[in-house]
């Protein structure tokens, strides 16, 4: 006899011990914002979690690797197996997290900034322990997992020797505002006044060009020093510096030529780098310069 059109409600039984590996692809991660940025940033509490819903009655491992490369070094994930949530009685579904984080992976390593990619590999294990799991698998007429990826990097990060530069001034002109009967300085120094919230030591260098982009002078800041992180790592009062440095005729002159003032950081976390902080969206880096002379005139 024959029997046609047959449809399964569900299939059951043991599903054997097989392992499939999925190919490896590219994590698309949009990391420009750190361009502005020469250093590394190691991001402290990465968290990694992926909620699934599932009806396949089959205990599943999952075998997931990241892999970053920097400078063509390649920093791993290192995660255990872990196993999808799965139901146990025919026509439910089971749901559950599994999550990767800094305590049973080497994360921290994989999302270290900057990289230059990341890639994402995985491979799945039905029955990978039957001692534990038993040996009941069965299919729903319609098997599926579902589920989304969430990737959190939370601000929270240490760093030593990072840089940052910005413009403070592109058409600087003191010339032009000199009187014609001036014919030199007595004295000359520069004010800076630095105002922070970055959870961050710093050490400020002004720097002068002319029109032709040529570096004239550099004037090194004190050391602006990261104020105290509260006990969530998050820095609540200003820093306030005010710095004068003097200038001698020299100096004074080329300062006179430069038309562009740039700021470049040296920057550390909190503590040389070795305390974990939290760098909010609020947090600045406020800079503000003058320049006083007592010119020599010519009545």
Do not use: C
Not at 65 to 80: C, E, I
Not at 160 to 172: A, R, V
Not at 246 to 270: C, G, H, P, Q
């Amino acid at each position: 006899f024959g029997i046609a059109n047959l449809n399964f409600e569900y299939v059951s039984g043991y599903f054997g011990k097989q392992a499939v590996n999925l190919p490896s692809q590219k994590l698309p991660f949009d990391a420009s914002l750190f361009d502005l940025f020469e250093g590394e940033i190691t991001f402290e509490e990465p968290v990694l979690q992926f909620e699934l819903k599932n009806n396949i009655g089959v205990p599943i491992g999952l075998d997931l690797d990241f892999v970053a490369y920097r400078n063509g070094t390649p920093y791993s994930l290192n995660a255990p197996q872990q196993m999808l949530p799965y139901p146990s009685v025919v026509g439910d579904s089971a749901s559950g997290t599994l999550l990767y984080n800094n305590v049973n992976t080497d994360i921290t390593s994989v999302f270290t900034l900057p990289f230059d990619s990341v890639t994402y590999s995985a491979g799945v294990t039905t029955n990978p322990d039957t001692s534990v799991n038993g040996k009941f698998n069965f299919l729903p007429g319609s098997p599926k997992v579902s589920g989304d990826i969430l990737l959190e990097l939370p601000f929270v990060f240490t760093t030593t020797g990072i840089t940052l530069s910005t413009s403070l001034d592109s058409n600087l002109n003191i010339a032009s505002q000199l009187p014609e009967q001036f014919v030199g300085v007595e004295y000359a120094k520069l004010i800076v006044n630095t105002r922070s919230t970055l959870p961050m030591d710093a050490q400020l260098d002004i720097q002068f060009y002319d029109d032709n982009g040529n570096l004239l002078l550099v004037k090194p800041l004190p050391l602006i020093e990261s104020g105290l992180p509260n006990a969530q790592g998050v820095v609540t009062t200003p820093n306030v510096l005010l710095s004068e440095l003097l200038l001698d005729n020299a100096e004074f002159e080329l300062i006179k030529s430069a038309r562009v003032v740039t700021a470049e950081a040296t920057m550390s976390t909190y503590d040389a780098g070795s305390t974990p902080v939290k760098l909010r969206t609020d947090a600045t880096l406020g800079i503000s310069i003058g320049i006083e002379a007592k010119a020599i005139l010519e009545l």
